[in-house]
């Protein structure tokens, strides 16, 4: 089991920053990709961005330039780097860490955390 903890939510003007963070409670060593999703009102949850093992990342069209995804691999935390907020960032984000293995698979959640943009 991987449990994780997303903080670092709020709210903010446009044009503000904020960064997220999630701890998870194994070492991120052992997860293949870890990423933050978001969901806003009536949307589906999204893939904000990614980041492998191998330190490869990838972002939405929508946020490229803008967020920034890492790792700290000693404090098993990945965090989200969000700049030039716009309103339509406004969601619920999660972090999200996927493992497998042979015979074994894993998809685990954080329990979100708000993030909302005033114009």
């Known amino acids: 089991q991987v449990q994780l903890v997303e903080s670092g939510g709020g709210l903010v003007q446009a044009g503000g920053s904020l960064r997220l963070s999630c701890a998870a409670s194994?070492?991120?060593?052992?997860?293949?990709?870890m990423g933050w999703y978001r969901q806003g009102a009536g949307k589906q949850r999204e893939l904000v961005a990614g980041?492998?093992?191998?330190?490869?990342?990838n972002y939405a069209e929508s946020v490229k330039g803008r967020f920034t995804i890492s790792s700290d691999n000693v404090k098993n935390t990945v965090y989200l780097e969000m700049n030039n907020l716009k309103p339509e960032d406004t969601a619920v984000y999660y972090c999200?860490?996927?493992?497998?293995?042979?015979?074994?698979?894993?998809?685990?959640w954080g329990q979100g955390t708000q993030v909302t943009v005033s114009s």
């Open positions: 999200n860490a996927k493992y497998w293995s042979v015979g074994s698979y894993g998809n685990y």
């Open positions: 194994v070492s991120i060593f052992s997860i293949n990709d």
């Open positions: 980041v492998t093992r191998g330190g490869t990342t």
